[in-house]
């Protein structure tokens, strides 16, 4: 008996997981197909445990055999929708739903966009015609400031046409008592305005003369060139430390000199102190000159800052850069420097 109860068991679990197989399939069937295949797809599972059963376990076909006619009503029914089925015609109706909406959508769109257009349409030729009669508005109003101008010069023409030959009548009335006067008042004002023309002209030259000369005073020859003026002042600078170390040996040269002098006894006869003192004057004499140098160097060094090196303080025409870089400090071009 135990065996039986558990043959007996063994198709029924069967039975369930067959069924149960089956009951997916009609998720996966269109909303649309007749009843009557869900009818059929639901049978068919049906039978498959029978079939499956082996024929010794008479319990089981037993119970197989009650079970399949209990089934049978469902043929005449319709089968009622399943979840995934109602879930599935939710979907296409939420859908279709969807795209109604969409279709009114487009079709308010459109509906507004063609009024805007048309709007837009009469705005411009509403624009348009504002335009054209406010450009008509003007035509009209030029033409008839213009006709008044015309007027007014036909006008003008007119009275200066009648004070000419009033004017002429004056003059043929008095020609043969003003012509000599005339003639001699125009040949005064003649020379006056040549002479005052003259003197306008002098008067010119001069000032261009002065502006020129101006110009040249405080004119920057090479101020564009930067690069010419840093290597103007590097030599410069080099030229300074230079001449300071000179000054600096010729004053301790002097000083050792004039040490000398005192400490040792010289004899005047041969003259040996006064050629002491010469060397001694000649090398302070020196180092004044190089005081000067120095402060030439510095006055360079002050018109490179304001880029004012390299004019001529005679001529004040540019010096030439050849020599501005073989003589340092430099401030007088050639041919002034010849004339001096």
Known sequence: MPSTAASAKKPAAKKTVAAKAPAKAPAKVPAKKPAAKKTVAAKAPAKKPAVKAPAKKAVAAKSVAAKAPAKKPATKKPVAPTAAQKALAKQKAAAAKARAAAAAKAVKERELKARATAKQKAADAKARATAAAKAKKERELKARVAAKEREVQR?????????????????????????????????????????????????????????ALERKM?????????????ELRTLLLETLEVTKVDIAVMESEADEMLVDRERL??????????????????????????????????VALARIDDGSYGRCDECYEPISKARLLAQLPVFMCVSCRASV
């Open 218 to 230: 405080h004119s920057k020859p090479y101020g564009n060139d930067t690069a010419f003026l840093e």
């Open 155 to 211: 006008k003008a023409r007119e009275k200066a046409a009648a004070e000419a030959k009033k004017h002429r009548e004056i003059e043929a009335k008095h020609k043969a008592i003003e012509a000599e006067k005339a003639r001699k008042l125009r040949e005064i004002e003649r020379r006056n305005h040549e002479e005052l023309k003259r003197q306008e002209r002098r008067d010119a030259e001069e000032r261009r003369r002065l502006e």
């Open 265 to 298: 006894e010289y004899d005047d006869e041969d003259g040996s102190s006064v050629a002491s003192d010469i060397d001694r004057d000649q090398k302070k004499d020196l180092a004044a000159l190089l005081r000067l140098k120095v402060d030439e160097i510095e």
